[in-house]
């Protein structure tokens, strides 16, 4: 996934909000809050978008913990059987889980990182065999299945998966049709 500063990818997984927990009080600064206080109180919880994150933590205004998206929850349903877990109900914004995911290890420490940066290759490769799979599957019925239960199918499974995984289904799918109308004109 590139992240630049025109990536329309980067700027949704950004947007993303994480709950900052506030170590002083922070004056003029309630509106971040939602609510109708002036100030953000010491110890206040509050759910920002990463990109502002990034200067709140920075400054050691506050401290976050890692969003549920890639709590232990997620990572243990992701180690017992990666394809169960539907990626694109974890984060809004069109599922860029793997993008929130990238953004966030970059205002966490190396080791916190690196742990984040192991179960995201582990859930991408854990899955890529089945978004691979079921591409090619889907792309050889092609017309045949009439849209009835198979293209349900296909549909289900496409929504389930990462932004980063949807455009690799279609790449997939589109390679295996392609190789058909090859191998028929042969």
Known sequence: MDFDYF????????NQKIQCTFKHEIKNMGHLAGGSDRDIAMLSKVQIPIWLAYTVIYSDWAEFNIPAPFGSRVRNALKAEPTSVRLSNLVGAGGL????????MEILSDEQADEMSDALVKAFRGRLLEVIDQAQHFAALGHASGGGASSNTAQS????LDTT???LFALAQESAKRTKQWSERR
């Open 7 to 14: 990536s329309i990818d980067a700027i949704l997984a950004e």
């Open 165 to 167: 995984e949807r455009e």
């Open 157 to 160: 499974f496409r929504e389930g």
């Open 97 to 104: 889980w793997y993008g929130f995911g990238k953004t966030i």
